[in-house]
């Protein structure tokens, strides 16, 4: 972050001072009192199991020199800017602080939302970006209005490139995180059924994924995905320059020619200009050929080198741990561990990749735990997955959990199956069943939500640590 004083700290967020309005704050701003290093701002926030405003004492003595809080804590020496919200002020510092390196600097910001392929477009940008300049990027899936503008507030007057993640969190979410924000270049990437329990059918969710878009300046850029009718719709909803990536015919930046092999996905990029480059990523999953596809879309609108910019992708082992993490153990047996996130649509990819590699004529295994968040389509569409992991013929199917038993009845309701379903309430049963079936070549999948811990099975299963 950019250096300030609690007295400009106190303005951003309209907050009251108590103390010295010349502390100097340098380096970062934290929610988390065990990160916090000397000089840093501590932001006291109310949580679900804990309240920030008891490590008032610990933040001190970890050398932060103020903090903003809700109310003033008694016995505490370095200044507090007390604040009705402590996270709305989180936000308002996060904008200031941006406006202030915007003045000062070419900095360009990159806003990325999406049902599936977020936090993977992120980080493939950001491996691209930082090849040309100093990139913020958020950690893991830090994309709320919290993660959001903690991540923002990382950027200083060096920074060339920020990519804002956004997720939605309800009506007005996204449209929040891009007031504070602005993007130069405002990603859309698909819109799915996660998270359509919480909003109520999908034709929310696009409501609230076009808000990025309704956001965007004149002179921004809209980069929308041609295949998503949803997105395509977004077209209309903005000034802003469009630009479209997809495989249909009258994307800018199209891919075709797409191969999934275990060592990785490969397909042709043709650019507006019509010239033709090869990517070959490491990372498994046609359904990743998108995400790379916006995220080279980006880099070329920036007007940064191509061929730089494939190989960054290019050399990438893969998208993030646990998001389509692959490992072939010794004894033949390749563990694919996809369980940080699930929803209908990254499933059924996730399951279209296993049965693409095991036409190899590998044995293909599916361990399927929960897909949270669904709410009244819970049922439903637990009940169609086990449907379709029997249409792709996955040769064995194994559901853990009770949330996730409408996948195994589903499966076994399908009338194709005898007996290739397996259905286990806890992850040490189905860990032991799985043990004790593998053979050398078989193609293991683990997916699910991260609330299922179907990741840690996974890890196990790669014979690494947790």
Partial sequence: MIE??????????????FGDATVLIS???????????PGNLFVAKPGEVTDGHLFLTNAERSGAVAAIVERIVDGISIPQIKVANSVLALGMLAKFVLDKV????DIKVIGITGSNGKTTTKNMLREILSKFGPTVAPNESFNNEVGAPYSILQTNLQTKFLVVEMGAGGEGSINYLAQIAKPDIG????VGLAHVGEFGGIETTAKIKSELVKALDVNAVAVLNADDGYVSDMASLTDAQKVWFGTSGDAGYQATNQKLSIEGTEFDLKWPDQKVCHVKLQILGEHHVMNALAALTVSDILGLDREKSISAIENMPLAERWRMQVHNRADGVTIINDAYNASPDSMKAALQTL???????????????????????S?????????????????????????AKLIHMGAEQEGSWGGESKFFESIDDALAFVRGMLMAGDLVLVKSSKSANLRHLGDTLMEVGS
Avoid: F
């Avoid at 970062?28 to 290093?37: C, G, H, I, M």
């Fill in 379 to 403: 049922r439903e569409q637990h009940d169609a997955l086990g449907r379709v992991v029997v249409r792709l013929d996955i040769n064995q199917l194994v559901v853990v959990g009770q949330a």
């Fill in 27 to 37: 380096g970062s701003v934290e929610t988390d009192s065990r990160l916090l290093k």
């Fill in 102 to 105: 915007k003045e000062s600097s």
């Fill in 355 to 377: 049965a693409q590699l095991g036409r190899s004529g590998r044995r293909t295994i599916a361990i399927l735990g929960e897909m949270a968040e669904l709410g009244s389509m």
């Fill in 187 to 190: 990603v859309v990437l698909k």
């Fill in 4 to 17: 300030l004083s609690t007295e400009q700290v106190t303005q951003a967020v309209a907050g009251e001072l």
